[in-house]
């Protein structure tokens, strides 16, 4: 099933954002004290090692077939040329 476009989501974000008057309901700098002070909290940094652990075993299994395909040409260019 396809995703909401972008374009349809920035829409109903303007419509919601703005009453019937057409003026937005804040300035655009004029949010709560509360609000602002809050720091932005950053996603806690991950164990990639544990998460990726199949990619090194595929590099060198492509890194391999590619040396053999390559190996290949150029047996095949000495005996064919």
Known sequence: MAKKSRRARA???????RPAGGRPL????A???GVQ???RVLPRAQ???S???YVMPE????AIIGGAMI??????SFVLG
């Open 11 to 17: 829409k109903h974000r303007t419509t919601v954002a």
């Open 47 to 49: 164990d990639f090692t």
């Open 51 to 53: 998460r990726y652990q």
């Open 59 to 62: 590099l060198r299994r492509i």
């Open 37 to 39: 002070s809050r720091a």
């Open 71 to 76: 190996l290949v040409l150029i047996i095949l």
């Open 31 to 33: 949010m709560p004290a």
């Open 26 to 29: 804040q300035e655009p700098g």
